[in-house]
């Protein structure tokens, strides 16, 4: 069976990477020099160079001016963007086109597609629910009342917020069923409290009261958002390996210049034995990624639902991440600790990462009840 990547996909992570290229980690200062965010906008400059390489449009279909790729290919991209810790909603922004177009009315959403594929229209999704750790559906309900539907609820931690065109809201209704809404920035009804992240970006905490959807900018499918929370998931997989790769690579750099007792520390067992302990953790990291990638787009064949390979993906990436910068901590010294080194906004952006997947042993319950439900033959 052949494992490596098409050409499509090695093509848009090769225009990432040249996209990326220029990006410099250290250019934002450390959310520890700042009690309020330090970075409260994106990158205006990267998004449209983004959008000149076709690298919004990546999951769009050909008839709305995409590339018609796949999962793989986006988590491709997106490891290249955390890499250099870029300020752009690529994630966001894409997973929402991407859920608004497979479940969408396309008719309806076809103008916005177009426009979210040009980076003229920036969309992003409030996945966090009420508290971070309750379900996002749960946070806002919603009922329909003739042409509109009424959403109530407070979804937190939103990523750009402030900066996103459009937020697709995901909430539940009174006979239990998930909707996702597509609300305005600045919609009657709606309001918007500022937050920081971990990693010093500004989030915002969405309030809805009483905000009146139009029926037509509300997806109202089975399983639209159970794909694009697991979409969502993946790509923070990829965005946490990415992230990883670097981190390792740049310990690597560091520990074969340093030298105690005459050799670098690079040629000590103790520091090597670390060094390929996390690398172990980045291959495993990056297996399972592909892994639940694939399976998003192959659809429910399979023994476990794609749910499954999602939650064994998450289990890697955030106690990975986590390991993989502590140890390059350890190794860096004192100088890892400084501010001024961009080690240090790695570490926080690994952290909010963390933070975002959720703790491991909560995807292990889950992976114990598909598997209970699910019993392999």
Known sequence: MDFTFSEEQQAAAEAARGVFADVAPDAVPSPALSSGPVADDLDRALWARLADADLLSLLLAPE??????????LCLVLRESARVLARVPLLESTAAAAAVQR???PRTHSALLARAGRGESVLTVA?????????????VTARRDGDTWVLDGT????????EADLTLVPAHTGDDRSVLALVPRGHPGTGLAEQVSTSGERLGELRLDGA???????????GAWEWLRDLLATGTCALALGLGERVLAM?????????????????????????????????????TLWQAAWRIDAGASGALPVSGDVAVAKIWASEGVRRVVQTAQHLHGGFGAD????????HAWAKQLELSLGPAAAHEETLGDLLAAHPLA
């Open 251 to 287: 310990t690597g750099e560091y520990a074969g210049k340093r030298e105690q007792f005459g050799h670098p520390i690079a040629t000590f067992q103790a520091v090597a034995v670390q060094a390929a302990d996390r690398y172990i953790d980045l291959r495993a990291m990056a297996a």
């Open 339 to 346: 501010v001024e080194y961009p080690l240090h906004r790695y």
């Open 212 to 222: 009146r959807i139009p029926a037509r900018e509300v997806i109202d499918a089975a």
């Open 64 to 73: 709305h001016d995409g590339a018609g790729l796949d999962t793989v290919a």
């Open 155 to 162: 979804q937190t931690a939103v990523p750009w917020a402030y």
């Open 103 to 105: 479940y969408g009315d």
């Open 127 to 139: 996945a966090h629910g009420r508290t971070g750790h309750d379900p996002a559906e749960r946070a």
